[in-house]
């Protein structure tokens, strides 16, 4: 009982019971910042690897040659970006009215900080397009 007394009277006891309280909730939103940093970084690099491969497509001579350069442009970025496995990245294609189309889709389940289950994330398909007219070849 002595002891009980003693420490609810020290300050270095009532710093401890504040400390557990608070820490959880603490460690909760280091978690969602992380993971909601991790989240915006994935969306701004499937936005560029979209952009990037309509901005290399516009220039081939035909639809074929145009979805090949959009599609290795996309490989090449998920190459350097460590953004995902290019197996659960998909890349699609389309022109129309002298347009490109390149959307590109991830599942970011497979991603490590958005797995925490203590943090409310938004939908796990993000999905970014990019859209170019095509360049009128001489």
Do not use: C, K, W
Not at 58 to 83: K, Q, W
Not at 88 to 112: H, I, K, M, P
Not at 116 to 124: D, E, F, L, T
């Amino acid at each position: 009982m002595n002891r009980s007394r003693h420490l609810l009277s020290n300050a270095r006891g009532a710093t401890l019971i504040e400390f557990a309280l608070l820490a959880p909730i603490l460690m909760v939103l280091l978690l969602g910042i992380l993971a909601y940093g991790q989240y915006i970084l994935t969306a701004h690099t499937l936005q560029q690897l979209a952009n990037d491969a309509a901005r290399a497509a516009i220039v081939a001579p035909s639809r074929a040659d145009r979805e090949t350069l959009a599609r290795d442009s996309v490989a090449e970025g998920l190459a350097g970006a460590a953004l995902a496995r290019p197996e659960t990245v998909d890349t699609r294609f389309d022109e129309q009215n002298g347009r490109v189309l390149v959307a590109v889709t991830v599942d970011t389940r497979d991603l490590s900080l958005l797995r925490v289950a203590m943090v409310p994330m938004p939908a796990p398909i993000l999905e970014r397009r990019a859209v170019a007219e095509l360049a009128e070849l001489p």
